[in-house]
């Protein structure tokens, strides 16, 4: 199974380890793509910081982001799974994980990023700032930046198992599953039911779409749940106990899209 994750806006600060070693991480295959999102990214912001500013879309109270971004071949690093914190990876809760479960996430979890791709949760990586969404100077648009080249290397990162994909939307610009790899792919949206007069009203809520995400995939992960394809994952989730709402795509080679449903927001 591999779980694709989107990365989080905030980011814990950068560690004291050794300055990033691009050829240490995952994906080797992206290496050429990083060294140029990382060469643009730093010039922009040792360059202009007003500039900066405005092409990552921070506000005057991030400004501080821009000088991070400037120093990221000689900050410090840890792990991905570390660097990236928020609501989903709060849920998630990768260091509590007991040493089988940890061990699985570092071999099925990939985070996408504009700056790098994707990344495994293990990669030793700097704090950063660099959505998805930015269009940085010389490159363009790093959805259609990163999505050739992702399209090069996630046929074999994904093998031959379920994929389930719980990224946000600016972030599967990077790269839409196709074909063969589509039929076992599974989207998941998490809908919050409540009665109202009497009538069921579902709707997505942001934060708690975030955390129930996180605690799934940790439920799978502490389970060592294996399931090979999506109607499986359908009946693995119902056996941790959620609610899911599942149909067989309509043509052949489309994901699945699965409903899982809230009651409780918490």
Excluded at 85 to 99: F, H, M, Q
Excluded at 211 to 235: F, M, N, S, W, Y
Aim: with cysteine.
């Amino acid at each position: 199974m591999l779980v694709l994750l989107p990365p989080s806006e905030g980011k814990a600060t950068s560690g004291r380890g050794a300055p990033l070693k691009p050829e240490s991480l995952s994906l080797s295959g992206l290496a050429g793509a990083r060294a140029a999102v990382l060469d643009a990214l730093v010039e922009l912001c040792l360059a202009d910081e007003d500039k900066a500013r405005e092409v990552l879309g921070l506000s005057e109270g991030l400004r501080g982001e821009i000088a991070k971004n400037a120093e990221l071949r000689t900050a410090g690093t840890r792990p991905a799974g570390q660097v990236y914190t928020g609501v989903l990876y709060d849920a998630l809760d990768l260091a509590s994980l007991d040493t089988a479960a940890r061990r699985r996430a570092g071999k099925s979890l990939l985070v996408f990023s504009g700056l790098w791709g994707a990344v495994r949760v293990g990669d030793r990586i700097p704090s950063y700032r660099c959505s998805m969404g930015v269009s940085l100077p010389g490159l363009g648009a790093l959805g259609p930046f990163w999505r050739t080249r992702m399209d090069a290397v996630m046929p074999e990162v994904a093998g031959d198992g379920l994929v389930l994909d719980l990224r946000s939307s600016a972030y599967t610009a990077a790269w839409k599953p196709k074909g063969e790899i589509a039929a076992r792919t599974a989207s998941v949206r998490v809908l919050h039911s409540q009665l109202v007069d009497g009538v069921e009203k579902r709707s997505v809520v942001s934060h708690f779409n975030k955390a129930t995400k996180g605690r799934i995939v940790r439920d799978l992960l502490v389970a060592g749940a294996r399931p090979g394809r999506p109607a499986q994952l359908v009946e693995t989730l119902r056996d941790l106990g959620y609610t899911v709402e599942a149909a067989a795509p309509a043509r052949a080679g489309q994901a699945w899209a699965l409903d899982v449903v809230v009651t409780e927001i918490h």
